[in-house]
T-cell receptor
Framework: KAGVTQTPRYLIKTRGQQVTLSCSPI?????VSWYQQTPGQGLQFLFE???????NKGNFPGRFSGRQFSNSRSEMNVSTLELGDSALYLC???????????????FGPGTRLTVL | SQKIEQNSEALNIQEGKTATLTCNYT??????LQWYRQDPGRGPVFLLL?????KEKRKERLKVTFDTTLKQSLFHITASQPADSATYLC??????????FGAGTRLFVKA
């Protein structure tokens, strides 16, 4: 099976702009989670989607949003970019079938976002 | 407040020795705990999962223990090799479809 893919791999934006990142999960995986990784804060949970529904959200401002499509592909959007949004954004998919199920996550290579 | 702490930012050991990494948590009651490996510029890779009713799990040279009383997990790599050098992350599944990661421990194995 192909792994999790994320596009683009690298992105440079300026403050105030918006950005959309894309994630294609492993075939058959219906759960997709997004994380922000920075040297200072580590891996921070953004949100999780399952069957097009957001089931949980981390402590990020409303400028961060996401969605999932019927084919399980997911996008996240950051509006009004700030310098502090510079980070590696990671997407992970899981074969999770229910809340108590095995929840191993398969990560993509990430999108490196730089905000100037 | 809820917190996950991994023992140190970096751990240096000699090839062939056992590396032991620690993950402590407070104010969580995780159903299970996971360990991941992350190499520079790459996404984390799943290594092991241990459930709250399991004391120990092994996979090849890796061993994980989980003590829900101490709120601690230990991750061991036996007969370590330079190729084991990476950052190791512990992660808790807190319920509600949310996974919380520790900051990670960078392991350096010297030949």
């Amino acid at each position: 099976k192909a792994g999790v893919t994320q596009t683009p791999r690298y992105l440079i934006k300026t403050r105030g702009q918006q950005v959309t990142l894309s994630c294609s999960p492993i075939s058959g995986h219906r759960s997709v989670s997004w994380y922000q990784q920075t040297p200072g804060q580590g891996l921070q949970f953004l949100f999780e989607y399952f069957s097009e529904t957001q089931r949980n959200k981390g402590n990020f401002p409303g400028r961060f949003s996401g969605r999932q499509f019927s084919n399980s592909r997911s996008e996240m959007n950051v509006s009004t970019l700030e310098l502090g949004d510079s980070a590696l954004y990671l997407c992970a998919s899981s074969p999770q079938k229910g809340q108590g199920a095995h929840n191993e996550q398969f990560f993509g290579p990430g999108t490196r976002l730089t905000v100037l | 407040s809820q917190k996950i702490e991994q023992n140190s930012e970096a751990l240096n050991i000699q090839e062939g020795k056992t590396a032991t990494l620690t993950c402590n948590y407070t104010n969580y009651s995780p159903a299970y705990l996971q360990w991941y490996r992350q190499d520079p510029g790459r996404g984390p890779v799943f290594l092991l999962l241990i459930r709250e009713n399991e004391k120990e799990k092994r996979k090849e040279r890796l061993k994980v223990t989980f003590d829900t009383t101490l709120k601690q997990s230990l991750f061991h790599i036996t007969a370590s090799q330079p190729a084991d050098s990476a950052t190791y992350l512990c992660a808790l599944h807190t319920g509600g479809f949310k996974t919380i990661f520790g900051a990670g421990t960078r392991l350096f194995v010297k030949a």
